[in-house]
């Protein structure tokens, strides 16, 4: 039994989003992925998969693409991605309820993988896009969610975590966030993220072990498709 992670599915079963159009490395992503998880992942491992899943606009058009991930081996825990369109933030409830023991949504909860508790959130970062005001309202908003995870877990007797967000931890060039500062506080050992594509993104990714946390990057192509063994 193995825990895992890969982000950035970017699935489009139930619409027409190739994703080769974002360069050859993307050819044939999905069959690739499909291949590599059967190789790599059991049933009983955990696999997290670190948001982006689906090109749907809401739950009908995504459909296709989480029963995808649902046949896949293995217990899929599900964080939210910026393009995951079909997963409105307050329904996570229902969503774990209509799924209930085939996918798990990570948002203002957590889960059980042996003794550690897995917290998560979608996160955010600066790409240059933001107003000051609203970069700021997102970066509260998902700490707040994050640092309600890490609670719920503590509370319940929990005493080593794992951190997962979609988004980089931090935004290029910074060495520290609200994110890093939560992940010391709460002394997560490892924050896993994805989001991030492209060499040039890949070399700006805040990697390695920093403060005592080993910080690592599961966006799908970085890993060449091929889920990354967590513990």
Request: negative net charge; aromatic residues 14%; hydrophobic residues 30%.
């Amino acid at each position: 039994m193995a825990l895992y992670a890969i982000g950035d599915l970017h699935l489009s079963f139930g619409t027409d989003k190739p994703m080769d159009v974002f360069g050859s490395e993307w050819k044939n992503h999905v069959r690739r992925i499909e291949k590599n998880w059967h190789k790599r992942i059991s049933e009983e491992d955990t696999v997290v998969v670190t948001g982006d899943h689906s090109w749907g606009k809401n739950l009908e058009e995504c459909k296709p693409d989480l029963e995808f991930i649902e046949s896949l081996p293995g217990r899929k825990i599900l964080l939210r991605g910026n393009h995951d369109m079909f997963w409105d933030a307050k329904k996570t409830k229902k969503l774990n309820e209509l799924y209930q023991g085939r996918l798990y949504f990570l948002q203002n909860n957590y889960y059980v993988y042996e003794d550690y508790a897995l917290v998560g959130t979608k996160g955010y970062c600066y790409e240059g896009k933001d107003t000051p005001e609203h970069y700021e309202k997102i970066m509260v908003r998902e700490m707040q969610r994050l640092k309600e995870s890490f609670e719920s877990a503590r509370a319940d007797g929990y005493e080593k975590f794992l951190m997962f967000l979609h988004y980089p931890p931090t935004s290029i060039g910074e060495m520290e966030s609200g994110f890093t500062k939560i992940a010391e506080f709460y002394g997560a050992e490892q924050v896993i993220y994805s989001h991030c594509h492209g060499k040039a993104r890949y070399q700006d990714s805040f990697l390695g072990r920093v403060n005592g946390i080993e910080y690592r990057l599961v966006s799908s192509d970085y890993l060449k498709f091929r889920p990354e063994r967590i513990l």
